[in-house]
């Protein structure tokens, strides 16, 4: 059978999460910026209107602060993340099988539908914005990469209402109008390929879709054949059900200053480690190896550069915080030279594996029960009284390091401190 | 799910029940709350209540029918009193009940929330107070003004 695809997002997502708790953010220019408050990652239609582009760092725009009365906030992933769960939960209750693809996307795969595919995704953008408050688009199209340019459609020419579906249009008019896209708007291509491909002169969608498939595998690669079959309508691309368990966690953020002293770097780690391994216990498994990495600013030319990586093998695989900090600390100790100023600290655990089918040793064995209990106890406390209640003095209190968020929301669904007030 | 977490109604009743109590048994967030019952005996005989074992009550069960879209927001002032709204109060607002006329519900005003009750009347919409020492507002086009959500419940500590 013919596959129908949607991909639903919802629209300038971290501004609208915001806006939900915030009415005064409403109708005026606001931004999200990212981590340390250096790029703009979120943008309401009013800043996208004063110009405002994804990603230009924030001293770049800060002028419409009082010009336009431009307002900006620190991402709050907090929020974003309750939220996009709710939206995640309320989107997969219309379709059989949903693919989370990111914090505010996901694929649903609408084939056999019987009703009119774009009534339905007008009665999920009435759905979404009642119960969570939050506006989105929906395309659907024969394959992932016609759902995704389809919700691009969607988004971009207002007469769809936030709603396209490539099939309500005649085989000439679909591909009158994906001769006005640029072909830097297809899935997978973007900024590195298209001036490659505009040299071969391929510039709109449609050019993409008639070009010369294998011609394209030999020049770049499997991908491109794919997406130019995905633009004829034949779905290369299943969807993929909600991920299983990740087969490593990653968690890493740069400073809120440059870093030189080791026992800062320390502190670090250990609150990273601290994040991956509740993540890691929360899909029940355990790793068997740490990864430390670090880098210094590469956009400082002229200051030295270091970007070491230690990897520190366990000798049993554990899921318990304290022996992965003393893995990540040790690695750490490793690969620390003084006398460079580190943006970036990281710790990657892999060779994941079910925590319930560890290889024992005998020493650990006997030490494993009691860690067991006291990393659930942990994560129980921190689950019902907000994160860090119970934490590891490793990393550190005051946290000079941190990144700013000078100017972060609270966060209004996840602490009871913190919930927004009504007079 | 980790089994040795969840004890089931055939275990053994001499077996240990690990990391027993949940920290808060109403309002729990992981809803792991154990089964009534579910007692920790390790000699003499097996508690008589082992065959009648039940979940325990959820409070959050009975106060959030929509989860998703289910938000709790705190009171600020007096201006409800009369409808057993106080200061400091938990609101439990369900975004997905139709806001119909005579409800308590939370609106966006002016670019701040506020709990008033909800009056419709021949097309116009009025927010009630309900404490005389404040006026009502109809809402005109003058108001930045949308519906938020409904109230659901009121969680009062007295």
Sequence with gaps: MKSTIALVDGNNFYVSCERVFNPALHRRPVVVLSNNDGCVVSRSNEAKALGIKMGVPFFEIRSFVKSHGLRWLSSNYALYGDMSSRMMALLGEFAPRQEIYSIDECFLDFTGMPEKTSDYGRSIRSRVRQYLGITTCTGVGASKTLAKLANHVAKTHPQHQGVFDWEELSATEQNTLMATLDVGEIWGIGRRLSPQLQAMGIRTVLDMKHANATQLRKRFSVVLQRTVAELNGESCMGLEDIAGRKSQILASRSFGRPVTALHELREAACSHIIRAAERLRAQQSSCSQVTVFMHTNKFRNDDPQYNPAALVPLTTATDDTRRLIAAAVSGLEGIYRPGYRYKKIGVMLTGLQPAHAVQEDFFCALERPRATRLMTAMDRINRIYGMNTATFAGAGVNQPWRMQTAQKSPSYTTSWNELPRAG | ?158
Aim: aromatic letters at 4%; a positive charge; one cysteine or more.
């Design chain 2, 1 to 158: 799910m980790n089994p040795a977490n969840t004890p089931s109604r055939k275990s053994s009743p001499s077996r240990r029940i690990p990391i027993g109590v949940p920290l808060s048994p109403a309002l729990n967030p992981d809803r792991q709350a154990l089964p009534l019952g579910a007692c920790r005996v390790t000699a003499g005989f097996p508690s008589p209540a082992t065959d009648h074992i039940e979940q325990r009550l959820d409070l959050s069960e009975y106060l959030v029918l929509h989860p998703e879209a289910t938000f709790f927001l705190r009171v600020k002032g007096d201006s409800m009193t009369g409808a057993g709204i106080h200061h400091g109060d938990l609101l439990i607002v369900d975004r997905s009940l139709s806001p119909a006329s005579g409800r308590v519900v939370v609106a966006a005003l002016n670019g701040e929330l506020t709990v008033k009750r909800l009056q419709r009347s021949r097309g116009k919409l009025t927010l009630k107070a309900e404490n005389p020492a404040y006026p009502d507002i109809a809402v005109n086009d003058e108001h930045e003004f949308q519906i938020w959500g409904v109230v659901a419940h009121v969680v009062h500590t007295p």
